[in-house]
């Protein structure tokens, strides 16, 4: 293959060693000439099964639920960071997610509906399936 000076591509310097000439490629390329961009993604910049976009010149990655971060790096204690049990509910982080143990009296997956009794709901006229009714009172 002939090679002269001028053949590196995209800014790349030519370099002229001992009997040999070669491109010194500049940031972002690779390849004899220079001639082959280098992806941010092609390297898998993004930790714990992040989905990589290239975005011109760098990436961004699309971490999964329960990571945060530019390369989805950090674990979110979601129990101390949202706080998401509410109504006097204790918080348990369980892997990347939360459990919510609830208070007495609530229900729900963050503990925010209220359980009523039969004999609560047939004060406010409302009506019951099971020993507990879960939701509102609703008026017949």
Same mark, same amino acid.
């Given at each position: 293959m002939?090679?002269?000076?001028s053949?590196? !591509? @995209?800014?790349?310097?030519?370099?002229?060693?001992?009997?040999?000439? =070669?491109? /010194? *490629?500049?940031?972002?390329?690779?390849?004899?000439? *220079? /001639? =082959?961009?280098?992806?941010?993604?092609? #390297?898998?910049?993004? !930790?714990?099964?992040?989905? *990589?976009?290239?975005?011109?010149?760098?990436f961004?990655? @699309?971490?999964?639920f %329960?990571?945060? %971060? /530019?390369?989805c790096?950090?674990?979110?204690?979601?129990? @101390?960071?949202?706080?998401?049990?509410?109504? %006097? $509910?204790?918080? @348990?982080? #369980? $892997?990347?997610?939360? =459990?919510c143990? &609830? $208070?007495?009296?609530?229900? %729900?997956?963050?503990?925010?509906v209220?359980?009523?009794?039969?004999?609560?709901?047939? !004060? =406010?006229?409302?009506? &019951? !399936?099971?020993?507990?009714? #879960?939701?509102?009172?609703?008026?017949?």
């Amino acid at each position: 293959m002939y090679f002269v000076c001028s053949s590196c !591509l @995209h800014g790349g310097t030519c370099v002229d060693g001992v009997n040999s000439i =070669h491109c /010194q *490629c500049a940031s972002g390329f690779r390849g004899s000439n *220079c /001639q =082959h961009r280098i992806h941010p993604c092609d #390297v898998n910049p993004c !930790l714990n099964d992040g989905v *990589c976009d290239n975005d011109a010149d760098s990436f961004r990655c @699309h971490c999964p639920f %329960g990571f945060a %971060g /530019q390369r989805c790096e950090s674990f979110i204690d979601w129990c @101390h960071w949202k706080r998401p049990c509410a109504n %006097g $509910a204790t918080c @348990h982080q #369980v $892997a990347n997610e939360f =459990h919510c143990t &609830c $208070a007495a009296g609530w229900t %729900g997956p963050t503990c925010d509906v209220r359980m009523w009794s039969c004999n609560d709901t047939a !004060l =406010h006229k409302g009506w &019951c !399936l099971r020993w507990w009714f #879960v939701s509102r009172a609703e008026t017949l």
